[in-house]
């Protein structure tokens, strides 16, 4: 595996762990965060595997987008088109004020990443 998508994977490692964190947090939960750490994940996945194709990684968070560029080197991305529509929306959605999202919300984004992540583990030959 190439460093700079190990270094993805990392990252993406650490925004699961931050959202799983903050759903269980009893006291003081960030659902927001919990949305947002959710579609981060996702992201910095499919960002590591457009790295071990060798295609360059742009600068956006539109899942969407990044699903039709891996798709071409990695077609089994293809099965989370929803989850990924699903998540996008949370990279901005309720980083500012006006909107926030309840549990409810925060425990569906958690479980579309986990679906994503689930599956770009196994393409990418990491252990679930």
Known sequence: MKPIAAEWIEKAEGDFAMAC???????????????????????????ARLVEADVAVPRTHDLIALLDLV?????????????????????VRYRYPGDSADRD????????????????????????
């Open 21 to 47: 964190r903050e759903m269980r947090a009893r006291r003081c939960p960030s659902y927001d965060g919990a949305c947002f750490h959710s579609q981060q994940c996702a992201e910095k996945y499919m960002k």
């Open 71 to 91: 798709a071409a080197a990695e077609p089994g991305f293809v099965v989370v088109r929803t989850q990924l529509a699903g998540l996008t929306d949370y990279a």
């Open 105 to 128: 919300e925060a425990r569906q984004a958690l479980l579309m990443c986990k679906q994503v992540r689930m599956v770009a583990r196994g393409l990418l030959g990491l252990p679930e």
